[in-house]
């Protein structure tokens, strides 16, 4: 048995957002219908093709566990068939521009008419406000949600971030509300509307910054390293390159090969508990008994020399071996890995979290398996589907449909 077995999606969404909160609704077992404009499907199957021919990785990767059904839902037919679908299905998610579904004639007001207990869960660049009618995508949620503004060097100009947090960070926060709504609805008997603006989500993740915000009126943030350079703090929070983001001061340092290897760097956390066997692994035992260094409070201000100094000794080190060695010793170090080494890394493939599927226009690819790991609900990474390959299956077992109705849809363009 599968955590959401049973559950019923009419999955609405395309690109990116959307199809990430869909996906895990479909690892955790509800059975998930994705609808797709007849011969065009969800744009994201024809870009950054890699396999002509084939749907893309970008499509593929973000589309496991779904069924796809083709319907045309701007045709007399085809909104007959939505009607029929939101009265079957227990959640709708979408993720259109703002006012598409009102255009095509299912605001939430009409999707409740049909099916008061209809969860309806939208993804929006943002929410009420001046900038609700906006498009949104990835890099605009990033900028708009006070990430950009506090990602990259002070230098430099504010930087968006590989992690798709505006995107796939929404689908969760989507995700997670279509999950408490059908908690809520177990005992309130109602469906309601479930809102996920990108902006809030980025900001959501963006909390620790605001929080910094605020800390600035009571005087410079000592744990970011421009208080140690004696760079003045200006009204916001600033960029911190890559100072650790909590109280303990944490750098990027260079590694054996880092001359050739632009990934042959480790993080490295100066946590205060383990102070002492940090120098005594870098060589500086003198270090934990002088007063300019025994302390957090001392160190603040000389945290570039700290780390040069420590930097020195990783330089001599893998990124592997600083980890061989500072684990055991309770120092907080990680490798800054590669793609191509998560890809290749033997546990992720063990705990399902880097998974080879097998698909039938493209063979074997990697794809990012489920995150969150449920014990009681095993996931099973399906391929995704082809456009509209389940179409009649929706249409005749979910949806009641005889094989001559079907045919007639086809011939109108329908489906
Ligand atoms: N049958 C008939 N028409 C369909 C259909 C179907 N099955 N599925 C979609 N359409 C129509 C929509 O009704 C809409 O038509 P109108 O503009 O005439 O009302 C049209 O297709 C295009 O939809 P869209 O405006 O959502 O798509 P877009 O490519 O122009 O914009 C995006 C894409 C992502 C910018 C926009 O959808 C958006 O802002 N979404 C909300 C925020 C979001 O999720 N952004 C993240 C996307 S991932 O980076």
Redo the contacts with the bound molecule.
Sequence with gaps: MKALEGVKILD???????PTCTQLLGFFGADVMK????GVGD?TRKQLIDVEGADSLYFTMLNHNKRSM?????TEE?KAVLEKMIKECDVMVE???????D??GFNWERVQELNPRMIMAS???FGPGPYED?????NI?QCAGGSASTTGFREGPPLVTGAQI??SG?GLHLCLGIVTALYQREKSGRGQKVLAP?QDGVLNLCRVKLRDQQRLKAGPLQEYSQYGEDIPFGEATPRAGNDSGGGQPGRILKCKGWEKDPDAYTYFITQAAVWKNVCDVIGKPEWKEHEDYATPNARLSRLNEVFETIEEWTKTKTKFEVMDICNPLNIPVGPILSMKELAEEPSLRETGSIVEVDHPERGKYLTVGCPIKLSDSEVDVERSPLLGEHTDEILSNVLGYSADEIATMREAGAI
């Design positions: 609405f969404t395309h690109v990116q957002s959307g609808v797709e404009r007849p744009a083709t319907l045309n839902t701007k085809g993720n259109f521009a703002p006012g598409a579904l255009r095509m993804v929006k660049g906006c498009k949104v995508y990835e949620a505006g995107d929404t990108m």
